[in-house]
Each structure stands twice: as C-alpha cells, then as structure tokens.
C-alpha cells in the first residue's frame, strides 16, 4: 500500500504547546535582525496588552500568550477557549520549520539557494516523469522559499486532490510522490520568479527536497534539526 497522504510541508503540526509556540516565534524575532527586536515592547505588561491590542483589532477571538525572558516563563495569558501550556495544531506556521530545515541543508553543503530544481529533485524525478511544464525544473530553492515559484496561490494545485484524497486515506504518513505528481500535470500560471502567490504547492515541493537531500524522512529530518533541539519533543508534523 502507498504511503498515504499527510500535508506534510504545506501543511500543520498536529500539536505543539503553547509555550513551545512561542520560544518559535520568539526565535524566529531574533532571526530577522535587531531593529525588529527594538521595536519590540519590553515589559510583560506591555507585551500583554501589544497581544491583546492586536487580538482585537484581528478580530482574534481565542489565543494564548507565554513571555520567556532568561528561559523563564514570565506572563501567561489567554483568550477564549485557548489556556497556557495546551497543545494547539499551528498550520501553516510549519512553513517556517519546513524552511529552517532547508536552511539546515544549505548549511551542510547538501543544498544551495540558487540550486534549480532538475537538480534538487533528480532522483524524484527521474522516478516520476518529467513535468508538462518544463520551466518547473529550472525553479530555484529560492524562489519556492519566497512563494515566486510560478504556482496560482488563489486555486492552490494541491489542496483540491488532497482534500479529495483524504476522504478515503488517513494523514499519518508522507506520500510526497502521490502529490507531486499533481503539480507535475499542471502548468505553471507564473514565469518563475516574476510573482509571488503564497501557496502550499511551493512548500509540498520543499519538503520532497529535504527527504532528497537528507536521505531520510521530512518529518525526522525536521524533528532532529529544528524541533528537538528548541524543546519540542512533543511535537508532531502532521
């Protein structure tokens, strides 16, 4: 039987607390530089009151909050239904660990920014057939990373068949040659590079690359080089 579908890289974590959220986002702040972090309120007090502000003119109405300082839990607070210290499914949030990953492998040599896909993806394409659209194998790392990989972000190609192939399969496990095969059969609507359309297509190919390029598994290779070193433990890619 095929490894059924999970929506692995475009996809959610099925559960990670709340605390854990947050040493996330808070590293995530610290990533993209130190005018962010200035800008940032500095007190418990005025970090609780920037949420809840941001919770109302969001229409937000269930959410929980936890300030870290020094590795210590300094504020807990809440809205609606949502308490400190459960454990909430993130959703797309798993974008960022999904190109953390890909960061990872750069690193390591195993991958480059510039690197297109027809070399990213060699041996899952050679296993799969060529693409109907042959600019796809010219698409860089980077252009998938920043959504400018040519794909329709208001029809993404991938949520129809996978909505539809969850009706009969349980998501527990990747079948990242089952869904790439829907964007093989389908032409890019952009250029490559030339539009940004958020979408999951970009990052369902990105999880293919990490399981190609770390000769392991999406979920296993993220759980080791992300979540296990902030805490996660619990944590799963679901």
Same mark, same amino acid.
């Given at each position: 039987?095929?490894?059924?579908?999970?929506? +692995?890289?475009?996809? %959610?974590?099925?559960?990670? @607390?709340?605390?854990?959220?947050?040493?996330?986002?808070?590293?995530?702040?610290?990533?993209?530089?130190?005018? +962010?972090?200035?800008?940032?309120?500095?007190?418990?007090?005025?970090?609780?009151?920037?949420?809840?502000?941001?919770?109302? #003119?969001? &229409?937000?109405?269930?959410? *929980?909050?936890?300030?870290?300082?020094?590795?210590?839990?300094?504020?807990?607070?809440?809205? *609606?239904?949502? !308490?400190?210290?459960?454990?909430?499914?993130?959703?797309?949030?798993?974008?960022?660990?999904?190109?953390?990953?890909?960061?990872?492998?750069?690193?390591? %040599?195993?991958?480059?920014? $510039?690197?297109?896909?027809?070399?990213?993806?060699?041996?899952?394409?050679?296993?799969?057939?060529?693409? =109907? &659209?042959?600019?796809?194998?010219?698409?860089?790392?980077?252009?998938?990373?920043?959504?400018?990989?040519?794909?329709?972000? !208001?029809? &993404?190609?991938?949520?129809?068949?996978? =909505?539809?192939?969850?009706?009969?399969?349980?998501?527990?496990?990747?079948?990242? $040659?089952?869904?790439?095969?829907?964007?093989?059969?389908? #032409?890019? @609507?952009?250029?490559? %590079? @030339?539009?940004?359309?958020?979408?999951?297509?970009?990052?369902?190919?990105?999880?293919?690359?990490?399981?190609?390029?770390?000769?392991? &598994?999406?979920?296993?290779?993220?759980?080791?080089?992300?979540?296990?070193?902030?805490?996660?433990?619990?944590?799963?890619? $679901?």
């Amino acid at each position: 039987m095929e490894p059924v579908a999970r929506e +692995a890289a475009a996809g %959610g974590v099925r559960a990670l @607390t709340v605390r854990r959220l947050v040493v996330l986002v808070a590293t995530f702040l610290l990533a993209v530089g130190p005018a +962010a972090a200035q800008r940032a309120p500095r007190t418990p007090d005025a970090i609780e009151q920037a949420w809840r502000g941001w919770m109302g #003119k969001s &229409d937000k109405r269930s959410g *929980g909050l936890v300030v870290l300082h020094g590795g210590r839990v300094v504020r807990e607070a809440a809205v *609606g239904a949502v !308490r400190p210290g459960e454990s909430v499914p993130y959703a797309s949030l798993s974008k960022a660990i999904t190109a953390v990953c890909i960061a990872k492998l750069i690193e390591r %040599g195993r991958l480059a920014f $510039d690197m297109p896909l027809s070399q990213a993806l060699a041996r899952t394409l050679a296993r799969l057939g060529r693409p =109907a &659209d042959p600019r796809l194998l010219a698409l860089t790392v980077s252009e998938l990373l920043v959504h400018r990989a040519g794909f329709d972000g !208001r029809h &993404d190609e991938v949520n129809a068949p996978l =909505a539809g192939y969850l009706r009969n399969n349980t998501a527990r496990r990747t079948a990242f $040659d089952t869904q790439l095969k829907w964007l093989l059969r389908e #032409k890019l @609507t952009y250029p490559p %590079g @030339t539009h940004y359309a958020y979408s999951n297509a970009a990052y369902l190919v990105l999880g293919a690359i990490i399981e190609e390029a770390s000769g392991g &598994d999406y979920e296993g290779y993220c759980r080791e080089v992300v979540l296990l070193p902030l805490g996660a433990r619990q944590a799963e890619l $679901d």
